[in-house]
Nanobody, 118 residues
Framework: QVQLVESGGGLVQPGGSLRLSCVASGFTFSRYNMSWYRQAPGKERELVAAITRAGGKTNYADSVKGRFTISRDNAKNTVYLQMNSLKPEDTAVYYC???????????WGKGTLVTVSS
């Protein structure tokens, strides 16, 4: 059974930091590109950051460049999102996504809520 389980969300003050984790199971993690998306209330889901299968390439939304870092540990089947200098506009549910374009397989986690507020 495929599972993506996010954790690490919570309430943080502006300027603070959080580290999100997403643990994968039920599929060969190292064969999937991994991404973090977020969805704020009343807005569409948007790509935050992505990382290739071996971790050699990453890309970020302009709104988080220089503040967020995506990384992965294929030995632990885990992808991370380190979020620094958080702003109120970063408030959203953050979702983990696994994508294998070749086999047209795509999986989502259930999300973890990040709230940035004083």
């Amino acid at each position: 059974q495929v599972q993506l389980v996010e954790s690490g969300g919570g309430l943080v003050q502006p300027g603070g930091s959080l580290r999100l984790s997403c643990v994968a199971s039920g599929f060969t993690f190292s064969r999937y590109n991994m991404s973090w998306y977020r969805q704020a209330p009343g807005k569409e889901r948007e790509l935050v950051a992505a990382i290739t299968r071996a971790g050699g390439k990453t890309n970020y939304a302009d709104s988080v460049k220089g503040r967020f870092t995506i990384s992965r540990d294929n030995a632990k089947n885990t992808v991370y999102l380190q979020m620094n200098s958080l702003k109120p506009e970063d408030t959203a549910v953050y979702y983990c996504n696994a994508d294998n374009t070749y086999y047209e397989l795509n999986y989502w986690g259930k999300g973890t809520l990040v709230t940035v507020s004083s």
